[in-house]
Protein backbone atom coordinates (compact mmCIF):
# COMPACT_ATOMS: atom_id res chain seq x y z
CA UNK A 1 0.00 0.00 0.00
CA UNK A 2 0.99 3.62 -0.84
CA UNK A 3 2.18 5.52 2.16
CA UNK A 4 -0.32 8.06 3.19
CA UNK A 5 1.61 10.86 2.64
CA UNK A 6 3.25 9.45 -0.86
CA UNK A 7 1.99 12.47 -2.73
CA UNK A 8 3.03 15.05 0.12
CA UNK A 9 6.45 13.63 -0.32
CA UNK A 10 6.69 13.03 -4.48
CA UNK A 11 5.62 16.80 -4.46
CA UNK A 12 8.06 18.22 -1.75
CA UNK A 13 11.31 15.58 -3.73
CA UNK A 14 9.97 17.37 -7.27
CA UNK A 15 10.18 20.54 -5.70
CA UNK A 16 13.88 20.42 -3.94
CA UNK A 17 14.82 19.43 -6.89
CA UNK A 18 13.53 21.73 -9.32
CA UNK A 19 15.29 23.96 -6.57
CA UNK A 20 18.10 23.13 -6.89
CA UNK A 21 18.66 22.76 -10.84
CA UNK A 22 17.49 26.59 -10.25
CA UNK A 23 20.87 26.49 -8.24
CA UNK A 24 23.52 24.42 -10.30
CA UNK A 25 22.27 26.50 -12.87
CA UNK A 26 22.41 30.21 -10.97
CA UNK A 27 26.08 28.91 -10.01
CA UNK A 28 26.62 27.91 -13.67
CA UNK A 29 25.39 31.13 -14.71
CA UNK A 30 27.76 33.24 -12.12
CA UNK A 31 30.51 31.12 -12.57
CA UNK A 32 30.64 31.89 -16.06
CA UNK A 33 29.90 35.54 -15.14
CA UNK A 34 32.77 35.94 -13.20
CA UNK A 35 35.05 34.12 -15.49
CA UNK A 36 33.82 36.45 -17.79
CA UNK A 37 34.55 39.58 -15.38
CA UNK A 38 38.20 38.14 -14.68
CA UNK A 39 38.80 37.98 -18.18
CA UNK A 40 37.19 41.68 -19.09
CA UNK A 41 39.18 42.95 -16.56
CA UNK A 42 42.70 41.24 -17.45
CA UNK A 43 42.24 42.06 -20.95
CA UNK A 44 41.79 45.56 -19.54
CA UNK A 45 45.34 45.63 -17.50
CA UNK A 46 47.14 43.73 -20.42
CA UNK A 47 45.52 46.43 -22.59
CA UNK A 48 47.34 48.99 -20.84
CA UNK A 49 50.12 47.26 -20.06
CA UNK A 50 51.06 46.60 -23.75
CA UNK A 51 49.97 50.32 -24.83
CA UNK A 52 52.21 51.76 -22.00
CA UNK A 53 55.06 49.13 -23.67
CA UNK A 54 54.55 50.40 -27.16
CA UNK A 55 54.60 53.94 -26.45
CA UNK A 56 58.14 53.56 -24.41
CA UNK A 57 59.71 51.51 -27.92
CA UNK A 58 58.10 54.13 -30.09
CA UNK A 59 59.97 56.55 -28.16
CA UNK A 60 62.82 54.74 -28.87
CA UNK A 61 62.49 54.13 -32.72
CA UNK A 62 61.81 57.95 -33.01
CA UNK A 63 65.33 59.00 -31.84
CA UNK A 64 67.25 60.48 -34.69
CA UNK A 65 70.61 59.90 -32.81
CA UNK A 66 72.91 57.58 -35.13
CA UNK A 67 76.23 57.76 -33.22
CA UNK A 68 78.63 60.36 -33.61
CA UNK A 69 81.21 57.47 -34.83
CA UNK A 70 81.45 54.41 -36.27
CA UNK A 71 81.38 52.33 -33.09
CA UNK A 72 79.27 53.86 -31.56
CA UNK A 73 76.39 54.06 -34.79
CA UNK A 74 77.21 50.42 -34.62
CA UNK A 75 76.44 49.91 -31.26
CA UNK A 76 73.38 51.39 -31.67
CA UNK A 77 72.40 49.32 -34.79
CA UNK A 78 73.13 45.96 -31.90
CA UNK A 79 70.86 48.05 -29.76
CA UNK A 80 67.80 48.20 -32.45
CA UNK A 81 68.16 44.40 -33.46
CA UNK A 82 67.71 43.39 -29.82
CA UNK A 83 64.29 45.70 -29.91
CA UNK A 84 63.50 44.04 -33.37
CA UNK A 85 64.08 40.78 -31.51
CA UNK A 86 62.23 41.53 -28.72
CA UNK A 87 59.76 42.73 -30.75
CA UNK A 88 59.15 39.19 -32.88
CA UNK A 89 58.71 37.62 -29.28
CA UNK A 90 56.74 39.90 -27.63
CA UNK A 91 53.79 40.10 -30.25
CA UNK A 92 52.98 36.67 -30.24
CA UNK A 93 52.14 36.90 -26.49
CA UNK A 94 49.99 40.02 -27.49
CA UNK A 95 47.99 38.37 -29.90
CA UNK A 96 47.41 35.42 -27.78
CA UNK A 97 46.92 36.88 -24.34
CA UNK A 98 45.59 40.09 -25.20
CA UNK A 99 43.67 40.31 -28.60
CA UNK A 100 42.50 36.69 -28.84
CA UNK A 101 40.80 37.49 -25.38
CA UNK A 102 39.54 40.42 -26.30
CA UNK A 103 37.72 38.93 -29.44
CA UNK A 104 36.30 36.41 -27.41
CA UNK A 105 34.89 38.41 -25.17
CA UNK A 106 33.21 40.52 -28.36
CA UNK A 107 31.75 37.43 -29.56
CA UNK A 108 30.24 36.67 -26.15
CA UNK A 109 28.41 40.25 -26.59
CA UNK A 110 30.67 41.24 -23.34
CA UNK A 111 28.33 44.80 -22.23
CA UNK A 112 31.23 47.12 -22.84
CA UNK A 113 32.08 44.92 -26.38
CA UNK A 114 32.33 48.52 -28.10
CA UNK A 115 35.55 49.86 -26.27
CA UNK A 116 36.98 46.54 -26.00
CA UNK A 117 37.02 45.90 -29.92
CA UNK A 118 38.65 49.64 -30.18
CA UNK A 119 40.85 49.23 -27.60
CA UNK A 120 41.97 45.91 -30.05
CA UNK A 121 42.15 48.00 -32.97
CA UNK A 122 44.24 50.75 -31.40
CA UNK A 123 46.77 47.97 -30.44
CA UNK A 124 46.86 46.58 -33.76
CA UNK A 125 47.71 50.13 -35.22
CA UNK A 126 50.11 51.01 -32.85
CA UNK A 127 51.99 47.75 -33.60
CA UNK A 128 51.83 48.53 -37.37
CA UNK A 129 52.80 51.75 -36.65
CA UNK A 130 55.80 50.42 -34.51
CA UNK A 131 57.26 47.96 -36.87
CA UNK A 132 56.72 50.96 -39.27
CA UNK A 133 58.94 53.18 -37.44
CA UNK A 134 61.68 50.14 -36.52
CA UNK A 135 62.03 49.40 -40.10
CA UNK A 136 62.86 53.07 -41.03
CA UNK A 137 65.09 53.33 -37.77
CA UNK A 138 67.07 50.24 -39.18
CA UNK A 139 67.55 52.17 -42.48
CA UNK A 140 68.95 55.08 -40.83
CA UNK A 141 71.18 53.60 -38.94
CA UNK A 142 72.30 51.45 -41.51
CA UNK A 143 73.20 53.86 -43.58
CA UNK A 144 74.55 55.84 -41.18
CA UNK A 145 76.74 53.07 -40.49
CA UNK A 146 78.27 53.29 -44.08
CA UNK A 147 78.40 56.97 -43.77
CA UNK A 148 80.73 56.65 -41.09
CA UNK A 149 82.65 54.30 -42.87
CA UNK A 150 82.77 56.23 -45.67
CA UNK A 151 84.29 59.17 -43.80
CA UNK A 152 86.54 56.88 -41.77
CA UNK A 153 87.86 55.56 -44.64
CA UNK A 154 88.15 58.70 -46.96
CA UNK A 155 90.20 60.41 -44.19
CA UNK A 156 92.58 57.54 -44.11
CA UNK A 157 92.79 57.85 -47.64
CA UNK A 158 93.09 61.33 -47.53
CA UNK A 159 96.50 61.04 -45.16
CA UNK A 160 97.64 58.67 -47.31
CA UNK A 161 97.35 61.32 -50.21
CA UNK A 162 98.85 63.40 -48.19
CA UNK A 163 101.20 61.49 -47.02
CA UNK A 164 102.55 60.48 -50.81
CA UNK A 165 102.42 64.02 -52.19
CA UNK A 166 105.64 65.51 -50.82
CA UNK A 167 107.11 62.49 -52.86
CA UNK A 168 106.32 62.63 -55.82
CA UNK A 169 106.19 66.78 -55.66
CA UNK A 170 109.98 66.02 -54.59
CA UNK A 171 112.86 68.23 -56.51
CA UNK A 172 115.53 65.95 -55.49
CA UNK A 173 116.29 64.17 -58.82
CA UNK A 174 119.96 63.02 -57.10
CA UNK A 175 123.25 64.51 -57.38
CA UNK A 176 124.85 61.62 -59.91
CA UNK A 177 124.01 58.65 -61.70
CA UNK A 178 123.72 56.14 -58.68
CA UNK A 179 121.30 58.47 -56.61
CA UNK A 180 119.61 59.42 -59.32
CA UNK A 181 119.07 55.73 -60.11
CA UNK A 182 118.03 54.82 -56.25
CA UNK A 183 115.44 57.48 -56.61
CA UNK A 184 114.35 56.27 -59.81
CA UNK A 185 113.85 52.59 -58.08
CA UNK A 186 112.56 54.11 -55.13
CA UNK A 187 109.81 56.25 -57.31
CA UNK A 188 109.12 53.15 -58.89
CA UNK A 189 107.88 51.28 -56.08
CA UNK A 190 106.00 54.33 -55.12
CA UNK A 191 103.78 54.05 -58.30
CA UNK A 192 103.25 50.33 -58.03
CA UNK A 193 102.03 51.70 -54.08
CA UNK A 194 99.52 54.44 -55.75
CA UNK A 195 98.72 51.81 -58.52
CA UNK A 196 97.58 49.29 -55.71
CA UNK A 197 95.65 52.09 -53.76
CA UNK A 198 93.98 52.81 -57.42
CA UNK A 199 90.80 50.04 -55.97
CA UNK A 200 90.61 52.13 -52.61
CA UNK A 201 89.92 55.03 -54.46
CA UNK A 202 87.28 53.08 -56.65
CA UNK A 203 85.69 51.55 -53.75
CA UNK A 204 85.03 54.99 -51.87
CA UNK A 205 83.85 56.30 -55.22
CA UNK A 206 81.26 53.31 -55.76
CA UNK A 207 80.46 53.58 -52.02
CA UNK A 208 79.76 57.09 -52.35
CA UNK A 209 77.52 56.26 -55.47
CA UNK A 210 75.94 53.78 -53.48
CA UNK A 211 75.23 56.42 -50.87
CA UNK A 212 73.69 58.71 -52.81
CA UNK A 213 70.70 56.41 -54.62
CA UNK A 214 70.36 55.32 -51.19
CA UNK A 215 69.83 58.83 -50.03
CA UNK A 216 67.56 59.61 -52.40
CA UNK A 217 65.38 56.29 -52.07
CA UNK A 218 64.90 56.73 -48.39
CA UNK A 219 64.56 60.50 -48.54
CA UNK A 220 67.57 61.05 -46.60
CA UNK A 221 69.28 64.73 -47.52
CA UNK A 222 73.04 65.32 -46.65
CA UNK A 223 71.76 67.91 -44.35
CA UNK A 224 70.13 65.51 -42.24
CA UNK A 225 72.84 63.04 -42.53
CA UNK A 226 75.31 64.95 -41.57
CA UNK A 227 73.86 66.99 -38.40
CA UNK A 228 73.47 63.51 -36.34
CA UNK A 229 77.50 62.56 -37.41
CA UNK A 230 80.53 63.72 -36.48
CA UNK A 231 82.83 64.14 -39.38
CA UNK A 232 85.66 66.64 -38.60
CA UNK A 233 87.08 66.27 -42.49
CA UNK A 234 88.17 69.99 -42.63
CA UNK A 235 89.19 70.62 -39.22
CA UNK A 236 91.98 67.14 -39.52
CA UNK A 237 93.11 68.74 -42.97
CA UNK A 238 93.68 71.83 -41.27
CA UNK A 239 95.67 69.81 -38.56
CA UNK A 240 97.61 67.87 -40.97
CA UNK A 241 98.92 71.33 -42.72
CA UNK A 242 99.41 72.88 -39.70
CA UNK A 243 101.89 70.12 -37.89
CA UNK A 244 103.99 70.13 -41.47
CA UNK A 245 103.95 73.65 -42.51
CA UNK A 246 107.18 73.39 -43.96
CA UNK A 247 106.52 70.59 -46.72
CA UNK A 248 102.51 71.49 -47.38
CA UNK A 249 103.71 74.89 -47.92
CA UNK A 250 106.46 73.65 -50.40
CA UNK A 251 104.19 71.70 -51.81
CA UNK A 252 101.21 74.04 -52.90
CA UNK A 253 103.90 77.22 -53.85
CA UNK A 254 105.13 74.85 -56.58
Known sequence: ??????????????????LYESVHTQSQARKAALE??????????????????????IRLVKSEEVGKDLDSCTLLLKRHEALEREMDARYPRC??????????????????????????????????RLR????????RLEDASESHQYYADANEAE?????????VCSEDFGRDEG?????????????????????DIKRLDNLATLMTKASNAHKIT???????????????TVEVVEE??????QVEVE
Open 1 to 18: SLHPESQLLTKRLESLNK
Open 36 to 57: GSRLYFQFLQDAEEEEAWLVEK
Open 95 to 128: ETDVIKVGNQLVEVAHPDKKNIRARIVKLQDTWR
Open 132 to 139: DLAAKRRT
Open 159 to 167: SWIREKMPL
Open 179 to 199: TAKNLQVRHGRLEEEIKAFEN
Open 222 to 236: PESTMKNLAVPVAKE
Open 244 to 249: EPDEYE
